[in-house]
Every structure is written in structure tokens, then in C-alpha cells.
């Protein structure tokens, strides 16, 4: 009988970590939003280099510092969204929104993406600038499958599907803009909506 009892509450506890794992991933509607936010954000990049700069970007430029505007924007937009969202989702469903799982969700997600947020801003400062779409896409998607055992595990298909792209974006480094509107546009909304019906619509 006792056996029984410790294998029930083994069962329990599994499923209480789980459950707080689902909720401390972001919500489908995010992912949806944070694409929607990054296709208006390379909309008015593009906007600003065509209209304002020739089609080239300067580092040292004025049109340069605007771009890096308009990405902290979308970065700051993503990052505020999801944490709303999930908050609301969190208390929804009387889960926790900040315990063990969900700090060693952010700090796991974070590792990669500082680090290649400072190595892009080196070869920034050396002048090169070619691959910094690529790099951008690479170190989203490790710092997404580093953080996925952490959440709802489909979480790594979209880290895997960034990570191509970058890699492809590496080969083909004249279609970077592209592949990043692709990777941190498209593929968040139809992340996001995939999400959405699976998790957060009620069956």
C-alpha cells in the first residue's frame, strides 16, 4: 500500500514540474506578436537604408544608429509581450510564474544569446558587418534549444530552424536581411499560431 501511495506521489510531482513548465514558456499569442513586431521593424530598417542611405549602412552613420534603434526596440517589444502574456497565463492557471524551472529557463536562454550579443558587438567595432544576420540567427537558436529542456520541449524546433537559417545565411550572406525576416518574422507567427492551437486554445 505504501508502495503505492510513494509511486502516486511520484506521479503527482511529475506532473506539478510539468505543468509549471508549460507555463513558464511563452505563449503562442507572444511568439505571434514578437514575428509581427520584427516584420515591422525590418519594414522600417529597410525603409530607412533605402530611403536615407542608398541601400548601404554605414557603421559610423546616423541611419546605423536608428537600425539599432528600431532592433532594441523589437527585442524590448518581444521581451515586455511574453512576459505579460505568460504572467497572465501563469496566474490563469495557478501556476507559478518564478521558481526553480523558470530561473534556470532565463539563465539557460541567456548564456548563448550575451555572448553572441557581445561578440557581434566586436566585430562590430572592427568594421565587420557581413555576417551579423547570420550570427543574430545562430545565437537565437542555440540560446532557444539551451533553454528548451526547460520549457515545452517544441520549443527546440524553432532554436533548430533558426540555427539553419543562419547557417544558410553564412553561405549566402547578400540574402541576410531576408533570411532574418524569415527566421525572426515568418517563422515566429507560424511558431506562435502552431503553439496557440496546441496549448493555449481549450479543447
Known sequence: MESKDYLKDISEIKDLMNKSSRFISLSGLSGILAG???????????WLVVEYSDGILML???IFRLVMLDLFLIAFLSVVTGIILTTRKAKKNGANMWDTSSRRLVINFFIPLVAGGIYILIILGQQKYGQTGALMLLFYGLALVNASKYSIG??????????ILGLICTWLPGYGFWLWVLGFGIMHIIYGTWMHFKYDVKK
Open 36 to 46: 509581427i513586431y520584427a516584420l515591422i521593424g525590418a519594414a522600417v530598417a529597410y
Open 60 to 62: 559610423d552613420g546616423k
Open 154 to 163: 517544441d520549443i527546440r524546433y524553432l532554436g533548430f530552424i533558426q540555427i
